[in-house]
């Protein structure tokens, strides 16, 4: 319901709105989750920055509890490619309950830091050698009950994963647990569709072109099923696999992807790390996102994304934190502006004209680009958006004698204590005063959890 007497009402010292600050600003929230136009009296009163909650849009949850397990150098050069040997490891001992709590966990510690949806690229669908849970949707449940717990929005992206590689071998024995045929796949997407709700959204996931074969991908594309909703895709990641791209299909990943797919806006290009001036431009005018998660790409030694070419051409971009080495929005979108830096030796690179606030462009960049790859109605703090945001607190000395602005710089910018104090999801208080409303049980069954695992 939208009606007065269900309104929530809440009058913010500074509210984040249309791209910039209104101070002393009113807004209500209906018993829908929905934001409205104020009305009545007696609001509560948000003493700091109100801005929209952020959202992360590439998760492997289960990752989470492996984050600093893999910084020891093998016996050779390290790379995404012995670093991915060890994640495979790791996975064969993942069930439905250690994924529930791993992912719980997670979720917490995404809201605190200052993310109010997760889109959770999800391919360990099966027992670890490959046989079907009882229930082959089990995994997807487990995620989807851990969003609901910690009380997070969630966009849900089960992945089709077929082949081991360009070459279309068959999967490993460590990548059976991911693997479904088509087939198999639609069933799991249309199960899990008739778990969709006002908080969690089903999309679509090809988890790589090299984990799609060539001779089945018109059928997938063209397939009902993907006519509607968010589709996410794994591309250009490495050289390793812009060179065997090229190899067994003549083209690089995004040109090749370009000739065989009708991407638009409903498209997510997770990484798209090494694309040529010409791809650069085509993704930017085709709508789709750029998902970009430089915290992992850095810890992974992928390489760097171009920004300012993609920004100077209106390329939509989001963030995520992918393997969750770190878990912050401050922290990607920070380093996303450095690396930026250390390889031109330039300041400021993401503000393209003089005056901008690098700050306010990224902020407001990422959450452009988190709702398109969401699907879901976020991202802005206007009347019947959901009502995701965060309050960043008054008190904070990072925030000390700032004003509209310099305090976006200074919350990305100028230390790495968050400023995060309050959270709301769909109109509920998840964070309160810096604690999550359930933050020492789902921690305690975590700890349990990761203790089991290094047991076995």
Known sequence: MSDTSAV?????????????????????????GKLVAAAGESPEYLHGWVLPGMPNLHSHAFQRAMAGLAERRGPGDDSFWTWRETMYGFAERIDPDTLQAIAAQLYVEMLKAGYTQVCEFHYLHHQPDGTPYAQPEAMSL??????????????????????GGFDGRTLSPRQRRFGNNVDGYLRLLANLRKHESHDVRVGVALHSLRAVPENVWRDVIEHD?????????????QIGEVQDCLAT??????????DHAPVD???????????????????????????????????????????A????????????????????????????EYGQRL???????????????????????????????ADLPIGALDAGMRADFIVLDSESPL??????????????????????RHVMVGGKWVVRDFQHRDEARIAARYRTAVERMAKS
């Open 343 to 373: 390889s031109t030796r330039h300041r400021n690179v993401a503000a393209r004209h003089a005056g901008d606030s690098v700050g306010e462009t990224l902020w407001r960049a990422a959450l452009k680009g988190g709702a398109q790859a």
């Open 8 to 32: 929530y009402q809440f009058k913010a010292t500074h509210l984040w709105q249309e791209a910039q600050w209104r101070n002393e600003a009113t807004f209500g929230v209906d018993s829908s």
């Open 249 to 258: 299909r003549g083209a690089r990943p995004v040109e090749w992807l370009f």
């Open 399 to 420: 925030l000390a004698a700032r004003d509209s602005r310099s305090v976006i710089d200074s919350f990305l910018f100028a230390g790495n204590v968050s400023p995060v």
């Open 225 to 237: 099923a993907l006519k509607t909703g968010p589709i996410h895709i794994h591309i250009a990641e």
């Open 142 to 163: 487990a995620l989807i009950e851990a969003a609901r717990e910690a009380g997070i929005a969630l966009t849900l992206l089960p992945v089709l994963y077929m082949s």
């Open 309 to 336: 070419r993609y920004l100077d051409a209106n390329g939509v971009l989001g963030v995520g934190s992918d393997s969750h080495i770190s878990i912050s929005p401050i922290e990607e979108l920070r380093w996303l």
């Open 265 to 307: 806006k409903r498209w997510c290009l997770v990484h798209a790390t090494h694309l040529t001036d010409a791809e650069t431009t085509q993704l930017a005018r085709s709508g789709a996102i750029a998902g970009l998660c430089p915290t992992t790409e850095a810890n992974l030694g992928d390489g760097l994304f171009p920004l």
